[in-house]
């Protein structure tokens, strides 16, 4: 559903001025992006007081292909960071993940996670998570999941080429990521560029 606030700019500009498609709108929350800068202002006349809720930035944030980084405890207090794909669904990461990898050892002891996914070039923003783990065995080499996100960061043409290989053939295990607690890191384009807690609610 296109906020309301956007009514009387679209009557103002016209649709097809500005987007190029022929009377179907886009997907929401990306039609939502372009007119609006994620968790921000816009720059269009009387639509002022629009802003994307960080529900709906943090869902379209996570939705572009993007690596994530993740950090798990060792028992001496020290950080191991990955980074790795990810698929963003339901309000959860799904990650995929070698079974002998040290990170799924830690987890098994210590099932905290924190994970950021980030924009490296400007205007610069980045989604921060705490959360817990849930971890699933047993999945074997778990193609269901590492093909969804070949698929996702490789394409179609890639995808399957990376599946027949020697990566895709080892055991694995998923992490299902809870989110606990967020941090948006400059959700918008103009300073100050400043971190915040996230409301995913």
């Not at 994307?52 to 191991?80: H, P, W």
């Not at 960071?81 to 987890?107: A, C, M, N, Q």
């Not at 299902?176 to 100050?192: E, Q």
């Amino acid at each position: 559903m296109i906020p309301a606030c956007m009514g009387s700019s679209l009557k103002t500009f016209g649709t097809r001025e500005i987007f190029p498609f022929d009377g179907v709108l886009p997907n929401p929350i990306a039609f939502y992006r372009v007119l609006v800068i994620p968790g921000g202002r816009h720059n269009f006349p009387d639509m002022e007081e629009c802003e994307m809720g960080d529900k709906a930035f943090i869902d379209s944030f996570l939705a572009e292909k993007r690596m994530c980084r993740f950090s798990v405890t060792r028992k001496d207090g020290g950080q191991i960071i990955r980074p790795i794909w990810y698929i963003w669904e339901d309000g959860k990461f799904l990650i995929s993940t070698k079974t002998i990898g040290v990170h799924t050892r830690i987890v098994k002891r210590n099932p905290k996670i924190s994970i950021v996914v980030d924009k490296d070039d400007p205007p610069y923003a980045a989604v921060v998570c705490e959360g817990d783990v849930e971890l699933i065995e047993g999945v074997g080499t778990d193609h269901d999941l590492i093909g969804r996100c070949a698929e996702r960061y490789l394409g179609p043409e890639i995808a399957p080429k990376f599946m027949a290989g020697p990566v895709a053939q080892v055991d694995r295990v998923r992490f299902i990521v809870h989110p606990k607690r967020w941090t948006i890191w400059n959700a918008g384009a103009d300073p100050p560029f400043s971190a915040r807690p996230g409301d995913y609610s």
